[in-house]
């Protein structure tokens, strides 16, 4: 992206200048102390010259990497206005719930030799969502934030999502290329179920086949199996990330509201970047 090579480019110079700005004050402050500034008056005001032309520079500097950032001012329609409003609404509940997580790995367990009730252990770590947009991209809408613990983070915007890392790595996807499916997962949970989550039924920490307790285990003890929501992003492009939450209910309402206004998107064009 032009603009971001600028305008890192720009914060470089800004530095330099603002070092050469602290030099010169330095040296103004040093020429005092050691008295010669007193008596040769030309080296105080090539110092003060020198001094306000890097103050400017500083002033210019900034203005221009202010003004290099993208700007997006988008305008809806009724229609479309009314569906993003239900995507942004959504993801402001979905944000809510007790607890999300980022799932980060899963393997395969056999199930009949741990006596479990689980055939996948997933690795979990728990994150945030909220509004956070960039500041290389000014908007009259905030990104939806997802936080990514693999990867690349994602920033919804109402006509692309940016998958952002840093100011040298990241990446522009249209809505329309972007696949968000939210589904129901039975989940067996040993930590603390969340407030907002429901107990499907109960299961034992060791089990048989046939989900009775194996009673060869003396401490043997029920496990809850919790509903949560699971979304899963992906793209054809070799995008694959999922997340859980506590809130099945926001998670559904999420997913449904995504596949409406990308719908809407696709039909108007709106997400081709």
Same mark, same amino acid.
């Given at each position: ?72 001012? %988008?305008?809806? +329609?009724?229609?479309?206005? $009314? =569906?993003?409003?239900?995507?942004? #609404? ?5 944000? &809510? ?95 603390? %179920?969340?407030? +907002?989550?429901?107990?499907? $039924? =109960?299961?034992?920490?060791?089990? #048989? ?5 194996? &009673? ?58």
């Amino acid at each position: 992206m032009v603009a971001q090579r600028q305008k890192t480019e720009l914060e470089t110079d800004l530095k330099k200048i603002k070092k050469a700005l602290t030099f010169s004050k330095t040296k103004k402050i040093v020429s005092y102390i050691l008295i010669y500034g007193f008596i040769d008056k030309k080296v105080i005001q090539t110092i003060n010259q020198d001094i306000i032309a890097q103050k400017e520079a500083i002033i210019e500097t900034q203005i221009v990497i202010d003004n290099s950032a993208i700007n997006i001012d %988008v305008q809806f +329609d009724d229609l479309t206005k $009314r =569906k993003y409003d239900r995507f942004y #609404n959504a993801f402001k509940n979905l944000s &809510k719930s007790h607890r999300i997580w980022d799932i980060t790995g899963a393997h395969f367990q056999d199930r009949v030799a741990a006596r479990s009730n689980a055939s996948t252990l997933v690795n979990r770590r728990e994150i945030k969502l909220g509004l956070k947009s960039l500041p290389i991209i000014k908007s009259n809408y905030e990104a939806l934030y997802f936080q990514n613990i693999n990867g690349a983070d994602f920033y919804f915007y109402p006509t692309f999502v940016m998958m952002f890392t840093n100011n040298q790595n990241f990446a522009i996807i249209g809505i329309d290329e972007l696949n968000l499916i939210s589904t129901s997962v039975s989940f067996t949970e040993t930590s603390s %179920v969340p407030r +907002d989550s429901k107990i499907i $039924r =109960k299961t034992w920490a060791k089990v #048989n086949k046939n989900g009775t307790p194996d &009673k060869r285990f003396k401490n043997n003890y029920q496990i809850p199996v919790v509903q949560y929501g699971r979304i899963n992003l992906s793209t054809s492009t070799g995008v694959n990330e999922e997340y859980q939450m506590s809130n099945y209910e926001f998670t559904q309402e999420f997913g449904d509201a995504f596949k409406e206004y990308k719908i809407l998107c696709k039909s108007i064009g709106t997400s081709s970047y």
